[in-house]
């Protein structure tokens, strides 16, 4: 099916399904719904946010949510967290280029880690995207991907830095706390 069919398919059940479905994202010519996210992993992204708004200078603003949408690659994805300028930004009536962004980031959820260890890993840097920041409460982690590039098996990022929840993490111009994010209960 291509991308254009796909998308529309997704709208589709965005509208008949929006009040159970957090986001929809396509890649690899598939659809996959996400669920509603649980309280600790939207406090995660909401004290992200917080920090990286009183560091943030000129227009750039933090968001929590939006689409970012390649349809040459055929990829849509609706980070947890993305930085642009307020004024590009405001040139976006619906899905966003994800070459205009500074930063995306994604909190992983208990059950899906793959999407943001895997296929976003090969995704955003594809898409053009600088900085990716992963932050993993299921292992107290946080990880830093920067400078992507061509590599033999496609896009991808060349620099990766890790840290354990506690550390003060560099990202790009910023420094997150990451001792206030919350890990997830054992299960």
Same mark, same amino acid.
């Given at each position: 099916?291509?991308?254009?069919? #796909?998308?529309?398919?997704?709208?589709? *059940?965005?509208?008949?399904?929006?009040? *159970?479905?957090?986001?929809?994202?396509?890649?690899?010519?598939?659809?996959?719904?996400?669920?509603?996210?649980?309280?600790?992993?939207?406090?995660?992204?909401?004290?992200?946010?917080?920090?990286?708004?009183?560091?943030?200078?000129?227009? *750039?603003?933090?968001?929590?949510?939006?689409?970012?949408?390649?349809?040459?690659?055929?990829?849509?994805?609706?980070?947890? #967290?993305?930085?642009?300028?307020?004024?590009?930004?405001?040139?976006?009536?619906?899905?966003?280029?994800?070459?205009?962004?500074?930063?995306?980031?994604?909190?992983?959820?208990?059950?899906?880690?793959?999407?943001?260890?895997?296929?976003?890993?090969?995704?955003?840097?594809?898409?053009?995207?600088?900085?990716?920041?992963?932050?993993?409460?299921?292992?107290?982690?946080?990880?830093?991907?920067?400078?992507?590039?061509?590599?033999?098996?496609?896009?991808?990022?060349?620099?990766?830095?890790?840290?354990?929840?506690?550390?003060?993490?560099?990202?790009?111009?910023?420094?997150?706390?990451?001792?206030?994010?919350?890990?997830?209960?054992?299960?």
């Amino acid at each position: 099916m291509n991308y254009a069919r #796909l998308r529309a398919v997704a709208d589709e *059940l965005m509208e008949q399904y929006g009040d *159970l479905v957090r986001k929809i994202e396509i890649r690899d010519g598939a659809i996959t719904m996400v669920m509603s996210s649980s309280t600790p992993h939207e406090l995660n992204a909401m004290r992200l946010r917080r920090q990286l708004d009183h560091q943030l200078t000129g227009d *750039l603003v933090a968001l929590t949510g939006g689409d970012i949408e390649d349809p040459a690659l055929g990829i849509l994805r609706m980070p947890d #967290l993305i930085v642009a300028s307020e004024a590009v930004l405001e040139e976006f009536d619906d899905k966003i280029d994800p070459r205009v962004l500074l930063l995306v980031a994604e909190v992983v959820s208990p059950s899906n880690h793959s999407n943001d260890y895997v296929e976003k890993m090969r995704d955003y840097p594809a898409m053009g995207i600088p900085l990716y920041l992963l932050i993993d409460p299921r292992k107290g982690t946080v990880r830093v991907c920067s400078d992507p590039a061509d590599g033999p098996d496609g896009p991808r990022y060349r620099a990766t830095h890790d840290y354990v929840f506690g550390d003060q993490v560099k990202v790009g111009d910023w420094v997150i706390d990451s001792g206030e994010f919350k890990r997830y209960a054992p299960r």
